[in-house]
């Protein structure tokens, strides 16, 4: 057995004590109307969010996308949107070409624009990720004030895939140069159903 399969059987082997998790119950922030700061948060970390009426609307107001009209390739998670292009293999490697990613998040986050998503199909979760631009069709009743009240709801999905988006992909860590789009989607767009 070579030095570092022991170093890492005896790390499997050894039990660590689980901490109990902080209360979620406090005196947290909250908004006046959690919609206008979702969407100001949002606005402030590259995203823009649209409002819409209902379900319908949101999926006519991204086929309007300029995104959506020059896509060669996207990846929908969301029933009523034909794929285009190459459908996606188990190799997430496949997906490096996908213009657009549709999404539905679970829940928003007023304090700092984040949205919940979870459900996602295996290795496709790379898709989030690797797109040019990102659609999310999120329900405004979904909308929580904290991450508080984000953490308490999450624990109603279940195991499995799940991750805060909060934008497009962004850095400024090259001379403090905001970059939008360096390691992920370039555009976020997130319709606020109701």
């Known amino acids: 057995m070579s030095a570092r399969d022991e170093l890492l059987r005896a790390l499997r082997q050894r039990e660590l004590p689980v901490p109990p998790l902080p209360s979620l119950e406090g005196p947290w922030i909250r908004y006046p109307d959690a919609v206008a700061q979702f969407t100001t948060a949002l606005g402030n970390v590259g995203g823009r969010v ?53 999404v539905r998040g679970q829940l928003g986050v007023a304090e700092n624009g984040a949205i919940w998503v979870t459900g996602l199909e295996g290795r496709l979760q790379a898709g989030l990720f690797i797109c040019q631009h990102l659609a999310v069709i999120l329900d405004a009743a979904s909308l929580v004030h904290n991450m508080h009240e984000a953490y308490a709801r999450i624990g109603t999905f279940g195991p499995g895939f799940g991750l805060f988006l909060a934008g497009p992909s962004k850095t400024a860590d090259i001379e403090q140069s905001l970059v939008i789009g360096a390691h992920g989607a370039r555009s976020a767009h997130v319709f606020l159903v109701g």
Do not use: M, Y
């Open 50 to 102: 649209v409002r819409v009426a209902s379900e319908d609307e949101a999926r006519a107001e991204i086929a309007a996308l300029p995104a959506l009209a020059g896509a060669q390739r996207v990846l929908s998670f969301v029933p009523g949107f034909a794929l285009k292009g190459p459908a996606a293999g188990p190799d997430p490697h496949a997906l490096e070409d996908v213009d657009l990613t549709i």
